[in-house]
């Protein structure tokens, strides 16, 4: 895969995280979406990052994993 910005930028890899997960106020979701408009690599990575995650999620519905209490 071709490198991305999220390879050398730890607040913008932040924020792709906090994009996924769905953890940006209005304001912040509209300023990466902006951000991702304008640039195709970092788009087309998002993209791929959120089919991941969706197979992902899917797969552990199927796994049961043990409680760990301490």
Request: hydrophobic share 40%; aromatic share 8%.
């Amino acid at each position: 895969m071709e490198p991305t910005a999220f390879d050398s930028d730890d607040i913008l890899t932040d924020f792709l995280t906090d994009y996924l997960d769905g953890n940006l106020s209005a304001p912040e979701r509209k300023s990466f979406e902006a951000y991702l408009a304008q640039n195709k690599k970092e788009k087309i990575f998002v993209r791929k990052a959120m089919k991941g995650k969706k197979a992902l999620a899917r797969l552990a519905k199927h796994i049961d994993v043990p409680s760990v209490t301490a």
